[in-house]
């Protein structure tokens, strides 16, 4: 079975349904705090189209998006703004390299990872797409992983692949021909843990319970554990329901959104300390979750789903939008971001699309034979468009193994978005 964009659709609908339940169940005093600082802050005045105002809080500069200044319309935006280039890989075919459902893509300058969000062993490709080994095992044994991945590193310069559980007390190492190394033993487990590489530092950060660390490092060499951070009291959580995502799309800055504050952060690794970037205001009669993408240093993605609680408890799905924000411009809008590369395609099947600095789609061959066969039927379809598609309708056949392409952000779009 293979992953196509009806089951990358399904899984973001179960994670933000997941997520909706979460967000509706749980106090979030610790959001309306947070807020009451930010606007009882100084806060500087509003320029561009007033969706951004920057606020001082305790010496740190954060972005606060208004939800409620966002215009309407929507703006197409070609992926050539975004990456440099655009490789089209189709995926070794050998049944021991084939995909399964619901994955998330790793990319690095020589490989391309894959895990599954359910028990399912990662597989490591060349940038060619030739399938290369598995890394490690399902089970309960040394160097195997008994449940799903939640977090995964591949580090080219050392030839080393780190592996966290999505529960457990160890970050798993291993090496690029998917030998397993050796643990690196949090002090405590691990729930959800997030990881992020840095001047042969580890840094993990988790959803913590009581009395646990929300920021644990390691010395990557030694396996020293050699700094740990007391969650502030808004990030302890009585289970596990909550989530965190990242991206690490910029060199040394690990970015994280721990969906128990609906807040953007930066940890700093230097100095052991969480930074808050960017949070969301809303009023309305909806609710609105949030997820967070960092694209660079100025330019984010917030993906939007608003829903609403009826009086039978139940809950009402809503409009959904991606919005694309920029802080030095202070301008955000609704965006349809498209693959200009080939045809015009729909680039984005995926809750985080960019990650590790790259711009990844992993689609089934014939999910992608079914979009190009859509795009030919619609209005918008050009004759270069028409000619693009037909020809890369023709290399394809559906009974082959996955098609991932793949983008290197651009470390700064100096062009107009919008």
Not at 216 to 226: A, D, P, R, S
Not at 350 to 369: C, D, H
Not at 397 to 417: A, C, M, P, Q, W
Request: proline share 3%; with cysteine.
């Amino acid at each position: 079975m293979q992953a196509d964009d009806s089951t990358s659709n399904r899984t973001l609908n179960i994670y933000v349904n997941h997520l909706i339940n979460k967000f509706t169940d749980m106090k979030i005093k610790s959001k309306i705090l947070f807020l009451a600082l930010v606007f009882s802050a100084y806060c500087c005045s509003p320029k561009g189209d007033g969706s951004i105002s920057i606020v001082n809080v305790g010496g740190n500069k954060v972005a606060v998006f208004s939800l409620n200044e966002l215009k309407s319309s929507t703006v197409d935006i070609p992926i050539s703004s975004l990456v440099e280039g655009c490789e089209m890989i189709q995926l070794d075919n050998r049944d021991e390299a084939l995909l399964s459902t619901l994955l998330t893509t790793t990319i690095s300058e020589k490989y391309i990872g894959f895990r599954a969000m359910e028990a399912q062993t990662y597989k490591l490709f060349d940038r060619s797409g030739k399938f290369l080994c598995n890394v490690g095992a399902v089970g309960r044994g040394p160097g195997e992983y008994a449940i799903s991945i939640y977090d995964d590193i591949i580090d080219d310069n050392n030839e080393l692949i780190y592996i966290a559980p999505y529960i457990g007390n160890n970050i798993l190492v291993y090496n690029t021909s998917g030998k397993f190394l050796k643990n690196l033993e949090a002090p405590h487990r691990l729930q959800k843990p997030k990881i992020f590489l840095f001047d042969n530092i580890l840094t993990v950060v988790h959803v913590p319970l009581q009395g646990q660390a929300i920021a644990i490092q390691f010395n990557v060499n030694t396996g020293e554990v050699v700094n740990q951070l007391a969650p502030p009291a808004h990030f302890i959580s009585q289970d596990i329901g909550n989530e965190i995502n990242n991206t690490r799309n910029m060199s040394a800055v690990f970015d994280f959104f721990h969906s128990a504050s609906d807040t953007l952060y930066h940890f700093d690794v230097k100095n052991n300390k969480i930074l808050p970037v960017l949070t969301t205001t809303y009023t309305g009669a909806e609710q609105a979750l949030k997820l967070y993408i960092q694209l660079n240093k100025e330019l984010f993605m917030v993906n939007v789903h608003f829903f609403t609680i009826n009086s039978d408890g139940k809950r009402q799905n809503g409009d959904h939008k991606l919005v694309c924000t920029n802080l030095k411009s202070k301008t955000s809008v609704c965006v349809k971001v498209v693959n200009d590369y080939f045809g015009n395609l729909p680039a984005l099947s995926a809750i985080i699309p960019f990650r590790e600095g790259y711009w990844v789609q992993n689609i089934s061959t014939e999910q992608l034979i079914t979009n190009i066969e859509k795009r030919l039927t619609e209005n918008s379809c050009t004759e270069n468009d028409r000619l693009t598609l037909k020809k890369l309708r023709s290399s394809l056949n559906e009974e082959n193994n996955n098609v991932v392409f793949i983008g290197k952000l651009k470390s700064e779009v100096k062009t107009n978005l919008w």
